[in-house]
């Protein structure tokens, strides 16, 4: 059983700098894992945020940015917002893209 | 503008059957797959699986196999997710979403979601 691990929660000040990470239990996420990030308010829907590692959706802002760091995908918020307040997951994808698996997810306090 | 519609919340009993829909629009239905995604309550997302609706190609999570099964329409553009024999583990709100097709890949990415199915499952 595949598990990708993420932080369960981290902080940041308003106009801070934070990175998440997104370990898989199968060894160093590469860009053939497609890693895709999510950002998921309490009571709505996720709302996607960047794919195949550093991709941005057309919506993303500037401010969210994804790369890999040390054998892990990561998610950079750079100039933090206080609507940035949130719970964010990542997707993997395994078996030549024919599945996904999500991380626990990050709940990200702006404090 | 694309959008995925998903049918209304669902109250059932243990042990009955359920169909919940999600409903593609603004888009070629075809031309993309629908994947299925749960969150438990208080949890975190979990991928369950996904339909391609032009030819009803199905992958499923191993987590999820042989629990749920999914399938498409194609000609109202709508896809589902059913159970049946529900369990009070089965409650949960039930999302679809829009998987992108890679060149070489089943998918590679997600961009559009439903807005979520509450099913509830109690005695």
């Known amino acids: 059983q595949t598990v990708v691990t993420q932080e369960p929660s981290l902080t940041v000040s308003p106009g801070g700098t934070v990175t998440l990470t997104c370990a898989s239990s199968t060894g160093a996420v590469t860009s053939g894992y497609y890693p895709n990030w999510f950002q998921q308010k309490p009571g709505q829907a996720p709302r996607a945020l960047i794919y195949s590692t550093s991709n941005r959706h057309s919506w993303t802002p500037a401010r969210f940015s994804g790369s890999l760091l040390g054998g892990k995908a990561a998610l950079t918020l750079s100039g933090v917002q206080p609507e940035d307040e949130a719970e964010y997951y990542c997707?993997?994808?395994?078996?030549?893209?024919?599945?996904?698996?999500f991380g626990g997810g990050t709940k990200l306090t702006v404090l | 503008e694309v959008q995925l519609v998903q049918s209304g919340a669902e109250v059932k009993k243990p042990g009955e059957s359920l169909k919940i829909s999600c409903k593609g629009s603004?888009?070629?239905?075809?031309?993309?797959?629908i994947g299925w995604v749960r969150q438990m309550p208080g949890k975190g997302l979990e991928w369950m699986g996904i339909i391609s609706p032009s030819d009803s190609d199905t992958r499923y999570s191993p987590s999820f196999q042989g629990q749920v099964t999914i399938s498409a329409d194609k000609s109202i553009n709508t896809a589902y997710l059913q159970w049946s024999g529900l369990k009070a583990s089965d409650t949960a709100i039930y999302y679809c979403?829009?998987?992108?097709?890679?060149?070489?890949?089943?998918?590679?990415?997600?961009?559009?979601w439903g807005q979520g199915t509450l099913v509830t499952v109690s005695s």
């Open positions: 603004g888009y070629s239905f075809t031309s993309y797959w």
């Open positions: 979403a829009r998987h992108i097709p890679g060149a070489t890949t089943v998918t590679t990415r997600i961009d559009f």
């Open positions: 997707l993997l994808h395994y078996g030549g893209a024919q599945l996904g698996v």
